[in-house]
């Protein structure tokens, strides 16, 4: 916080172990059970005859080993997801899957189908869906043949394409919450000892662009919760209404400051980092107020490419026109000394826009670029950050933001929230 001046187990031991053990003709049977810790029961008959359908176009696929632990791990995943399942939305899925998976002429994808299928899904539970099938497939690539590995995959890469190209945005403000949205990923907690989560975050995707940003509500002032939900929630409305560009960023935030400057002027306030990615042109601009900051990580090595708004004198002057070296980035990190803020989004004279600084700069394949409070900098010495980013860059971006988060909950005194975004 700057200052002025679960996801659920899987529970489906059982399950498994029964449909290893009687086959697929108890699958109708066991849809309806309810086995701890996931709502499988259905409420209605309408439901019930539904995943009977569902079960009986299973059955038909037996010979498919593909078929069985694919439509194992996504209906676990779904009814953890949606915890009431809507048959409809089933059926619709595990249909799209089973003709592509019995497609025995070659590897060709009915996109549509699949895409209809699968638009119903909001971005997050289309992701889930595709890590829980891949987490199928490796776990299974032992004993499948060829043309069921090569079907399999060719599925995957099919979903990737229509989660890549789904439009979607969210405003999140939550006291522990973990986002896996495809090559960004968000992590949240303010359970040191904080009683508001003043911390917020957003994400949106549209097209070629990728916007992730982070925002902590100033202290010392009431309402920074109200302050930081209000600016995420203005920046997207704008990125979602118009045809936007990269270089619209700054004008962006400048409507998110004068959002929450209209709440009350002299009470609100919020930093803001945020990243866009412009995946046409291989271009990251990244813009910034206050103590929110944001870092490249490329080859093993991690860069600053923001610096903190505040009053250590000791700082480069002006906004950075490239990142600065890791022995730079790691003397200023670690100095953290808790000095207080010079510009923030809200509380400025009304005729004054927020001082904000913006880089663009060219991404490479294997970037990651994190945006993060300083509730985790500010506690993290910046060599145990690369090491984490070095240890976890192989993994999803929602895997690298938990890690994150986990290891600086170990000392933090004050909210975090990381947004990671792999290249």
Known sequence: MGRVGSVKGSGLTKYRAAINTLGFASISFLLNVRVTGVFIASKSQEENEALRRIAAKIINKREKEVVKYALDKLADRILNITGDPNPAKLEAIFTALIDILGNKDGITIDTDKTKHAFSSLPLPDIWRSIRAFSGAVQSKSGTWDKDNIALANAFISALQEIANSTPYSQVIQSTSAIFDLGNCGIAT?????????????????????????????????????????????????????INFIPQLIKEAIVKAHLFVQAMDPRKVGTTCAAILIDSERSEVTIAHAGDSLVYLYRNAQLFLTTLPHNNDRSLPLGPLK?????????????????????TYLGVQSMDAPPFLDTLSIPVLPGDILIACTDG??????????????????DF?????????????LKTSKDNITVAVVKI
């Open 189 to 241: 907690n303010c359970s040191n000892g904080r009683p508001n989560q003043e911390d917020a975050a957003c994400f949106a995707q549209k097209g070629k662009l990728i916007l992730a940003a982070v925002f902590d509500g100033i202290g010392g002032f009431p309402k920074g919760e109200v302050a930081s939900r209000s600016a995420a929630t203005a920046l997207l409305s704008f990125f979602n209404k």
């Open 322 to 342: 490239q990142p600065l070296d890791e022995q730079a980035s790691c003397r200023i990190q670690n100095k953290n000394e808790g000095f207080p803020i010079t």
């Open 376 to 393: 985790l900098y500010g506690y993290m010495r910046f060599e145990k950050m690369r090491g984490l980013i070095q240890t976890f860059h």
């Open 396 to 408: 999803t971006a929602a895997q690298i933001a938990e890690a994150l988060l986990f290891h600086g």
